[in-house]
């Protein structure tokens, strides 16, 4: 629906959330132009679902920190919060968890180390444009079309 479009409708309720998390994203990006995306696996939510690496930013943590963690946790690379380039985020909601979830994505060209799936994920580079036929979680499917330019 179009912002003028909604004008026109009386002005909604705010849903019911009972949780705010801050998680944040890293949109590795390799020197052909794809962009590394990682399925959750098994035995988690929303497992079989692709993503962008990335995860919970802890208590007193910093969005760039925790990215950095994640990546050496998730994927065995080293990074440093200099290697990030915030360029987009996501504001989404799991209405089925009742769940608000704030996401900023960072781009990050240098990285030391191969990515290897440390946690049992799935892994695969893709373009911008291949993004749209695979089975992304909701959240990040508004990222896309940023990718698509920055790339």
Avoid at 105 to 133: F, H, S
Wanted: aromatic share 10%; proline share 9%.
């Amino acid at each position: 629906m179009s912002c003028e479009s909604a004008l026109e409708l009386p002005a909604p309720h705010p849903p019911l959330i009972q949780k705010h998390i801050l998680v944040v994203a890293a949109a590795l990006i390799d020197s052909d132009g794809r962009v590394l995306c990682t399925q959750r696996p098994e035995g988690k939510w929303l497992a079989g679902q692709w993503e962008f690496p990335g995860g919970k930013v802890e208590q007193n943590e910093l969005p760039e920190f925790a990215l950095m963690r994640e990546l050496r946790e998730e994927l065995g690379i080293e990074t440093r919060p200099t290697c990030f380039m915030p360029i987009s985020f996501i504001s989404h909601i799991y209405e089925d968890k009742k769940t608000h979830v704030l996401m900023p994505l960072y781009a990050c060209r240098a990285w030391d180390g191969t990515p290897q799936a440390k946690e049992g994920q799935g892994m695969k580079w893709a373009r911008p444009q291949e993004m749209y036929q695979m089975d992304f979680v909701e959240a990040d499917k508004p990222l896309f079309n940023v990718l698509s330019e920055y790339v």
